[in-house]
């Protein structure tokens, strides 16, 4: 059997498959933060349910701010209610 690794929502704090997840990234050279499509990039991730509740819970909390320890850009909670 394979391993499917999992991931902590920040807004619900429930864990999901890495893969049914949205994630976010902090780049380590420019400490810009920015969703990762491809769940590729390399640098800190964060992750948010493919839940428009969990989206706007977390950007009510400021979830991706606290996990981060930095200021998100405008506008980056919308893209990830667009992916969904």
Known sequence: MKHVPERMCV????????????????????DEVML???KKRFGRGAY?????????KAEKKHGLERHFKCQTPKGLYEKAEELI
């Open 48 to 56: 948010i349910c493919k839940n428009i509740e969990c989206v706007r």
């Open 11 to 30: 807004a619900c704090r429930k864990m999901f498959p890495q893969s049914e997840l949205i994630r976010f990234v902090r780049d380590s050279v420019t």
């Open 36 to 38: 990762d499509t491809d």
